[in-house]
Nanobody, 125 residues
Framework: ELVESGGGQVQPGGSLRLSCEAFGLTSVVGAIGWFRQAPGKAREAVSCVSDSGDTTYYARSVLGRFGISVAREKNTVDLQMNSLNPEDTAVYYC????????????????????WGQGTQVTVSS
């Protein structure tokens, strides 16, 4: 089971840190990813990190503002989100395992993978 935490409401320009913890797993195997879905929009990959941590993916819209980190000994993956803007408002989900393609060009969920329940992030003044 994957459980997200850390969502909330923040003003534009603010920061939030999301955390995804894997319960009931001896270890999280494979790449892990953060996805988001805004109202009326399709789900999109935000950031993913490989099993080794050597390969990452960031959506172009968050590049330079978001940072993904993984602590496998704790079975957690965090998403640090800085310089948030209203376009970042969405429900954020973590998923594992995911597939990072072409060395970080894209990230897609694996159909048999696990998903968290999601955490709401709202950016507004």
């Amino acid at each position: 089971e994957l459980v997200e935490s850390g969502g909330g409401q923040v003003q534009p320009g603010g920061s939030l840190r999301l955390s995804c913890e894997a319960f009931g797993l001896t270890s999280v195997v494979g790449a892990i990813g953060w996805f988001r879905q805004a109202p009326g929009k399709a789900r999109e990959a935000v950031s993913c990190v490989s099993d080794s941590g050597d390969t990452t993916y960031y959506a172009r819209s968050v590049l330079g503002r978001f940072g993904i980190s993984v602590a496998r000994e704790k079975n957690t993956v965090d998403l640090q989100m800085n310089s948030l803007n209203p376009e970042d408002t969405a429900v954020y989900y973590c998923a594992a395992p995911v597939s990072i393609l072409s060395g970080g060009i894209s990230c897609v969920p694996i159909p048999s993978g696990s998903w968290g329940q999601g955490t709401q992030v709202t950016v507004s003044s």
